[in-house]
């Protein structure tokens, strides 16, 4: 069956700090991945998408990757802030339709 | 606001109760989408209409689930004799096709908790 795994741990990152995120995923071949921001109680936010022939995008702090032969995306935000704490959700898609399938997330807290 | 609009936002509900949610999508978009989310998850497919048509439901989605988007614009998510396992979030997200491109942003609502007593 299809998995999508991020890591369970809170991470835990000092401000100025580069944070990186894992995505991996198993028995799925998407079309493209996306990021997302969610704070509690609210709904995901869009943060970035990278398509399966890309490699990587960047906006602003945040740097995606994304290596279908590893079947794993990295998440990067670099100079973290406390305004960053919160939870990211990787979310892949297919070729086709706009479904997404999320995974757990990963609570990132930033310690000023 | 021209975001995605949810309503309610808090529900508390008696088991057994039926109860209905609505969600206004960003007016241009023609795909809504319907997710489940609880504690510790992340948001699980439910379904999703394009324009007024629904074109796909999750297994997720049991008999007791009924979602309509009648005109191509708002839709609505009733839940018929609820049970405990409904207490969740309950996510509407609305994206646009017309240009064609792989995978476009999705923009979600605030979302409705509900909570089954």
């Known amino acids: 069956s299809q998995k999508i795994e991020q890591n369970s741990e809170a991470l835990n990152i000092q401000e100025g700090k580069t944070a990186t995120l894992t995505c991996n995923y198993t028995?799925?071949?998407?079309?493209?991945l996306q990021w997302y921001r969610q704070d509690p109680g609210r709904g995901p936010v869009f943060l970035l998408l990278?398509?399966?022939?890309?490699k990587e995008k960047r906006k602003e702090r945040l740097k995606v990757t994304f290596d279908t032969t590893l079947k794993q995306s990295l998440f990067h935000i670099t100079a973290s802030q406390p305004a960053d704490s919160a939870t990211y959700l990787c979310a892949l898609g297919a070729q086709g339709n706009n479904r997404l399938a999320f995974g757990k997330g990963n609570q990132v807290v930033v310690i000023p | 606001d021209t975001g995605v609009s949810q309503d309610p936002r808090h529900k508390i509900t008696k088991r057994g109760q039926n109860v209905t949610f609505r969600c206004d999508p960003i007016s241009e978009h023609n795909r809504l989408y319907w997710y489940r989310q609880t504690l510790g998850q992340g948001p699980e497919f439910l379904t999703y209409?394009?324009?007024?048509?629904?074109?796909?439901k999750s297994r997720l989605l049991s008999d007791r689930f009924s979602a309509e988007r009648p005109k191509g614009s708002f839709s609505t998510l009733e839940i018929q004799r609820t049970e405990q396992g409904d207490s969740a979030m309950y996510l509407c997200a609305s994206t646009s096709d017309r240009g064609r491109l792989i995978g476009t942003e999705a923009f979600f609502g605030q979302g409705t908790r509900l909570t089954v007593v």
């Open positions: 209409f394009q324009n007024e048509a629904q074109l796909e």
């Open positions: 028995n799925y071949s998407p079309a493209y």
């Open positions: 990278i398509r399966e022939n890309e």
